[in-house]
Structure formats: structure tokens, C-alpha cells
């Protein structure tokens, strides 16, 4: 069989097949359109102010070092003025973090970012080494998780950094599309789809932007400049551009609903490759469709803070590590379903004596409702905050990448016609400030866990502001 | 016993409802016996026949609502409890809410009808005669308006063919210009509901009952997500008004794939003789598998070890929130759904409709 050219350049061979259109294209073409495509995914949703300081969420692991390369490239190219760094976060896990750190290091050399890594060790007086060696190898996921998402805004508040990129992928964004399709947890599904999220201190912030406010951790933003590119094509641009990244995942198994979610995701790009970006652009499309009022206490609740607070909070649940499901058997899907059927049970016997909000819904709504909650405090975070890549581009050829701004998003909280009571009012926690619908966050509640079996250690929290 | 507070302790090794017969399938979570569980089946349906009942009719005039028969265990299922359902109307109040129409689309051309179908028509007619019947080919299809309009364009290029072609020669041309295994089940899919639809507004339907499970509800709303048309995942699954200029109803919505297969085989006489079996056809390479079929199979294991939350997938989609019909200006020309900033300017199909067909997007 003749070898096929480039259909960009039509000179040299061609050595990819693109997964999104089926192109066959050189190497030196792909690494420019993959390039071009993560550009306009950035300028069509303005995800940068000239000048930003922008942390870029590393891990050492191939999403994140892409994005890194990708960025600097970028940003050199078209004069964006960014002012990039890179920002670790080390877990303490031997064997794991620290290699993977190394890269890290190299990476920063190679692109002459600065580096600034925050550990759990200095925020909360405990390595994951140590947690694990406390509480055994189940559950810790949950732990880590809660952290890292604290850490990381603490690290970007430090460096006086008021938005974080991470480094997911389409493959990420549609796993965790069709996992919360699985869950029932709509709210989820449109912040997973959003490209950017951000905390209602940020978007307070982002009004009075030419202040010189300062960056607290919690006005942090997050976005995903990565999230229309393929996984696929993440690994051949690391590949070609001989970058130096850490390719040791995570030893915990995913749990039961993303595995599952991460099963079908990939059978499905065996059958039919854009099918990643399909489910992308059917999330998008979906998040337009929730009600937000509905399922979680963003809506009504939360008018005098800004309303994306539980956004953002709540991303760390979406992560995607942990065996860790809050009810520590490791099983959600089995815990989900037994939680299910005792809920039916309970309406079909007419004895529900749970108090629970008078809404509309058929009693499977509750029990999302539920469900969100037990997530929202306990599931495990995402292991990969670091670990998500990019790669954006819709299916068509013109990209555009849909972006619901702050107008639309309010808009639709009033029109919803059915918001239910409070339930969660986006606060700070009395102990150590961080953003959190309980009086003290998920992260203080676990190191009180672990440091009443070490007394010796006082309640620490690193003071980020 | 919905709603009943024990007043005897249960005796947890009889069924769960009567108490008095020995289980012999657990549903959910309760253990009941035949009669128990053939009540729960119909009384799922019946309830979610609300708007079609006796009361809500106008004397004198009776209303029809189409059937689509497949053969397969979801519609004959319903065929079979409708029909009783109807029997029961008639014994209370001597007559019924509405009368059924029944229609088979057999796939493929007239030419090519297959014998078993026919055969199994002739079974269900004689088994339930009260109801009307008729058979379509999915090939007439081609005949609808909108579909020549929308396949048109191509066939200019070959006038010839397209002149002479009988119907089916052109419905077998459009097949194989289609490109991949899942791009053909969507068409195939897509040109079935509007002939069903078509046929229905032709009858005076008052609107088309459906016999998708929850299981099935739950696949098409994964699958229709992979497809790229999540805009439209709040029609594919609501009960009532819909895009197509017709009613929909899913009756059995609230029954799971396998509740529906065990009703089919417990029900006397049973329904398995007139339910075509189509196991058969689960490919084994990937190059023929469509994303229906793997959705399929995915909810068949999801199915066995958590039901509760194939049920969930639905409710949660039923939760989605649509723009409301009068505000729709413009409909993909395939699929029918809403257009509205779901597909590249000027196009005539949504994103889902030209991944499946880029030939006419045009």
C-alpha cells in the first residue's frame, strides 16, 4: 500500500490519523494544527486578560506537560504577555509524587516557567504517605482529593495568582459527561463542561478587575484551555515535541462510576472515533438545558455570594481518582443503587418520614439530591487535577466553542421556576477560611479526624488568606 | 401493597404482596409470585395511561392511538396489556377510552418483506382481532415529502437512476451510501419514526404509544449523547407533545428490559411465540457494532447489578429542561429536533444528523 501524504502540507508522509476528522496528516502538521486549534479555543473564549498571571496545574504527567509546552508556545507566538508558572502539588507519596516532581522540574528548566511547589506536608502537617500509613489504603483517595483542591488555590494565592489551568482532556470532559448522566447529577454535568469556572470572590473580582486585588484562595479561577483535545493526540504531541514527562499513574483504581463511564468512553471511540467530541458537545448542549435551581444549592441560595461558589467547590469531586466513595466500601454504583431502592422502597410504603424539600420531583430527584451532598463532602477529588488534558476543537472544522457566560447562567436561576429552599449556603470555614457550604470544610473535618489520633499535632492549616 | 402499613408481620418467605403463593421472581427488592408480579407489570402501564382513559374521552367519539409493533418484547408486551387494559374499560363501563392501531415497519423494501414477519403479523392479529393492523416498509419512506427534499440533492448527480430507481433501488442506494454500521442504524432509526409518524397523522392519531422499557429509554439517552445530540436528550425521553407534530407516550417507562422479557414468558398463554428474537445479531468485530448496540449491551449488565440506577438515567434526563415548542423556528430536517444554535449556520441538519449523513447537510 502507497504510503499517504500529508493532506495539509501534501509533501511529506503522512504518519497520524486525526480521531476528530480522520486526517491524515505529517508530524510537523499536527503539532501545528493541535497547537492552532488549542489558540482558538483560548482567544473564542477569551480565557485570558493580556497580561494574566496564569498557574499551570503540573503534575509531571503527559496532560499537564503539554499544556505547559502548548501554552509557553502560545504565548511567545502571538504576545499574549502571560505570565506563566507552573504550580505542584506535592501529595507525599513516595515512589509516585516524587519522580513524578522531577519531571516537573526538568520541565520548568526546559521552558523556563518557575516552578512553586506546595505540599501537603507544609499545608496540613500530613503527607498521603502518612495518611495512608493512619488510615490503610481504602479510602485515602478521599483525603487526598479534598486536599489537593485547597492546595492548589493556596499554592496560586501564594504566587498572587488568580487562575489556575489544568490539564483536562475531551476524553476527561466526556467521561465525567456520561458518569454524571450515570449518577444523575445534572449540576455536575454542566460545571464539568464549563470551560471555565470560577469562585464568587473571582467573579466579584473579575468586575473590579483593574483593581490590584489581592489573590486570596478562595477568588481562584479554573479553566481547561485542553478540554477539546483529544487524549490520543495529547500523547503524539508529547511524543513528537520529545517532551519529558511522568507516565505512572495513579495506583488506586478509578471508582465504580467513572470506571464505568471510562469503559464506555473508550469502546466508543473505538467505534466511532469523534463520538469523544460528540459527548463533549452533547454536554455542553445539556448544561443549557438544567435547571439550576434544582439538585443543588447553587441557585437561590446563594444570591449574596456569588453564585458559581459551588462550582468551584465542589470540582474537587469531580476528579478522577479515588476508590474512595464516601461510603468506603469502594463500590458507588452499589451504594448509589442500595440508596435508590430504599428511597422507592419508601415511597411505595407511604412511610417516608424523611423531611425533605416539597418539590416536584418524583422521589428519584431527592435522591440526587442526596447523592450530590454525600459526593460533595466525601467522594474523592480528582486525582488529576494536573493530569487533564487538552486538546479543544469542536467536531466541525470552524471551531466554536460554546461558553455560557455569567448573564445567561443568572438569567437561567431566576426562570427556574421551582428553586428549592437553601439547603447549602456558600460560607467559609470558620477554621480556616476556604470556601465551604458546612461550618467547617470537608478538609478541616478530615484533619481532625487524623490529628485526634496524633495529638500531638495541632489542627494546621496553612494561612493563605 | 402500595400504601398498605402491615398489620400481620410479613412472612418473608411467601410473596411479598398476596402473601399467599410462593415466589418465583424478586422485583427489585420484593420476592412475589406470578400473579403478584403480572399485577405490577399492568398496573405500571395502566397508570401511565392516565390521559387515554374512559373519562377523558369524549362520548361518541373514539380516540386512536398508534402502536408501533416491532415484534420485539417491548411493544407486543404492550400490545398484550393494552389489550386487556381495554377488555377491563369495556367490562366497567361497557366502552373504552381509545381503540389501538397497530403498525409494522419492515425493514427494507417491499420486495424483500420477510416471510417470518407476515407469519408472526397473522399470530398477533388472531390472538388480539379487536385492533387494526397494517404493515410499511421502511422504503416508502422514501415517498414521504421531506425526504425527498432532504435526499434530493444527490440524486441529481446520477438523474438517470434516480428516474428510473424504483423506490426500494434508491432506498438500497441511500443505505450503502451511508458510511459507517452506526451511521446506518441512525437512519434507519430516524426514516422509521417518520413514516411511524406520517402514518399516524394520516390515520388521525391522537398520538403513538411506544414500548420502550426504562432500559431502553436509558440506552437511547447515552446513545443519542454519543451521537452528539444531547440538545435534544429532553425529547427523546418526555411523554406528551413533541417536536414531530404528534403525541408520544412511553407507557412502559417505568419497567425494566428483563421485568418485561419475564412478563412475556409468565403471562398465559405465554408471548414468546409471537416476540421475534434478534440475539443473534450481536457483532463481534467493532466494524460492524453501532453505538446502539454497545449501549445495548452496556445497560444489560448495568441492568443486572443496579437497576435502580438505569431508572435514574431516565428521570435525570426527564429533568432536563427544553424550550418550550411554539418557540421552536427551525427543525433539523432528519431528526426533526429544534435547530436553534445547535448546528452550523444555514445548515439543514443538526450536528447528530450530519455526523450520520454529511452527503446532505448541504
Known amino acids: ?465 | 401493597m402500595p400504601g398498605r402499613r402491615g398489620a400481620a408481620p410479613t412472612d418473608f418467605s411467601l410473596c411479598r404482596r398476596c402473601q399467599s403463593n410462593d415466589p418465583t421472581i424478586t422485583v427489585r427488592t420484593e420476592p412475589l409470585c406470578d400473579a403478584c408480579f403480572c399485577k405490577y407489570v399492568a398496573t405500571k402501564v395502566v397508570k401511565r395511561m392516565e390521559t387515554f382513559r374512559v373519562r377523558h374521552s369524549e362520548p361518541g367519539y373514539e380516540r386512536t392511538l398508534l402502536l408501533p409493533l416491532s415484534f420485539g418484547a417491548g411493544s407486543t408486551t404492550l400490545l398484550h396489556l393494552l389489550s386487556e387494559h381495554l377488555k377491563g374499560q369495556v367490562e366497567k363501563t361497557r366502552r373504552t377510552g381509545f381503540k389501538l392501531h397497530l403498525l409494522h415497519i419492515a425493514d427494507g423494501s417491499r420486495s424483500t418483506a420477510s416471510p417470518t414477519v407476515e407469519a408472526l403479523l397473522e399470530k398477533v392479529k388472531q390472538r388480539y382481532p379487536e385492533h387494526s393492523y397494517s404493515i410499511s416498509h421502511l422504503s416508502d419512506a422514501l415517498a414521504l415529502e421531506d425526504v425527498r427534499t432532504l435526499l434530493g440533492n444527490d440524486s441529481k448527480d446520477d438523474e438517470s437512476h434516480s428516474l428510473e430507481g424504483s423506490d426500494s433501488d434508491k432506498f438500497e442506494r441511500l443505505i450503502a451510501s451511508v458510511g459507517s454500521a452506526t451511521s446506518r442504524a441512525d437512519v434507519f432509526q430516524l426514516l422509521k419514526l417518520k413514516l411511524i409518524v406520517h402514518f399516524a397523522k394520516s390515520k388521525d392519531c391522537e398520538a403513538i404509544l411506544w414500548g420502550d422499557s426504562t432500559t431502553k429509554l436509558a440506552e437511547r439517552t447515552l446513545a443519542e449523547t454519543a451521537k452528539g445530540r444531547g440538545f435534544a436528550l429532553p425529547w427523546t425521553v418526555a411523554d406528551g407533545e413533541s417536536p414531530h407534530g404528534m403525541q408520544l407516550y412511553y407507557p412502559m417507562r417505568e419497567l425494566l428490559s428483563k421485568e418485561i422479557a419475564s412478563f412475556a414468558s409468565i403471562v398465559d398463554p405465554p408471548l414468546d411465540e409471537l416476540i421475534l428474537r434478534n440475539e443473534a445479531r450481536v457483532a463481534v468485530s467493532t466494524r460492524n457494532t453501532t453505538i446502539d448496540d454497545l449501549m445495548k449491551q452496556y445497560f444489560e449488565s448495568v441492568e443486572r447489578d443496579y437497576p435502580s440506577i438505569v431508572a435514574n438515567v431516565v428521570r435525570t434526563t426527564g429533568k432536563l429542561q427544553a424550550a418550550s415548542l411554539s418557540e421552536i423556528e427551525k427543525q433539523c430536517e432528519l431528526c426533526e429536533m429544534p435547530l436553534d444554535g445547535q448546528a452550523p449556520e444555514r445548515s439543514r441538519l443538526c450536528y447528530g444528523c450530519i455526523r450520520a449523513l454529511p452527503q446532505a447537510a448541504g
Open chain 1, 1 to 465: 500500500m502507497p504510503p499517504h501524504i500529508c493532506e495539509v502540507c501534501k509533501v511529506s508522509r503522512a504518519q497520524i490519523l486525526r480521531p476528530r476528522n480522520h486526517a491524515r496528516v505529517c508530524a510537523p502538521c499536527f503539532i501545528s494544527l493541535f497547537e492552532s486549534e488549542v489558540a482558538e479555543t483560548i482567544s473564542s473564549t477569551t480565557l485570558f486578560q493580556p497580561g494574566e498571571r496564569v498557574a499551570i496545574g503540573a503534575s509531571g504527567g503527559k496532560d499537564s506537560t503539554v499544556l505547559a509546552s502548548v501554552l509557553k508556545t502560545l504565548n511567545d507566538r502571538h504576545g499574549w504577555n502571560l505570565d506563566l508558572v507552573l504550580l505542584s502539588v506535592d501529595e507525599g507519596i513516595t515512589g509516585y509524587r516524587d519522580h513524578s516532581l522531577e519531571a516537573v522540574k526538568r520541565n520548568s528548566a526546559d521552558l523556563g516557567l518557575p516552578l512553586k511547589i506546595v505540599s501537603y506536608e507544609d499545608l496540613y502537617g500530613w503527607s498521603m504517605d502518612q495518611v495512608v500509613a493512619q488510615i490503610g489504603k481504602k479510602g485515602n483517595c478521599t483525603y487526598c482529593g479534598v486536599f489537593r483542591r485547597q492546595a492548589l488555590d493556596r499554592g496560586a494565592a501564594m504566587l498572587n495568582v488568580g487562575h489556575v489551568v489544568t490539564g483536562h482532556n475531551a476524553d476527561d470532559v466526556a467521561e465525567t459527561v456520561l458518569m454524571n448522566l450515570l449518577r444523575g447529577d445534572l449540576p455536575r454535568l454542566s460545571r464539568a463542561t464549563s470551560i471555565i469556572t470560577s469562585t464568587p470572590s473571582a467573579a466579584r473580582a473579575s468586575v473590579a478587575r483593574d483593581e490590584k486585588a489581592e489573590v486570596t484562595f478562595t477568588n481562584v479561577k479554573r479553566s481547561k484551555p485542553l478540554m477539546y483535545a483529544y487524549e490520543k493526540e495529547i500523547v503524539m504531541y508529547a511524543h513528537h515535541k520529545k517532551l519529558d514527562y511522568f507516565s505512572t499513574e495513579c495506583l488506586y483504581s478509578p471508582e465504580a462510576f467513572r470506571g464505568s463511564a471510562r469503559t464506555l468512553i473508550k469502546n466508543l471511540e473505538r467505534i466511532r472515533p469523534e463520538s469523544i467530541l460528540d459527548v463533549v458537545r452533547s454536554g455542553v448542549d445539556m448544561a443549557k438545558l438544567v435547571p439550576t435551581g434544582d439538585g443543588k444549592s447553587q441557585g437561590a441560595c446563594t444570591k449574596t455570594k456569588a453564585p458559581e461558589v459551588a462550582a468551584a467547590d465542589d470540582e474537587e469531586a469531580d476528579g478522577g481518582c479515588g476508590t474512595s466513595n464516601s461510603k468506603a466500601d469502594g463500590n458507588s454504583m452499589a451504594a448509589m443503587e442500595k440508596k435508590l431502592q430504599q428511597d422507592a422502597q419508601a415511597e411505595a410504603d407511604g412511610n417516608e418520614t424523611e423531611v425533605k424539600l416539597p418539590s416536584q420531583s418524583v422521589n428519584g430527584q431527592r435522591h440526587d439530591r442526596d447523592h450530590t451532598h454525600e459526593a460533595y463532602s466525601s467522594l474523592s477529588p480528582s486525582a488529576k487535577f494536573d493530569g487533564q488534558d487538552h486538546d479543544r476543537h469542536t467536531t466541525q472544522p470552524t471551531t466554536t466553542v460554546p461558553i455560557r457566560t455569567k448573564q445567561e447562567k443568572k438569567s437561567g436561576r431566576k426562570t427556574n421556576r421551582d428553586a428549592p429552599a437553601p439547603k447549602q449556603r456558600l460560607g467559609q470555614c470558620e477554621r480556616c477560611g476556604y470556601l465551604s457550604s458546612q461550618a467547617v470544610c470537608k478538609a478541616c473535618v478530615l484533619l481532625e479526624g487524623l490529628n485526634k489520633a496524633r495529638p500531638r499535632t495541632g489542627v494546621e492549616v496553612g494561612d493563605g488568606g
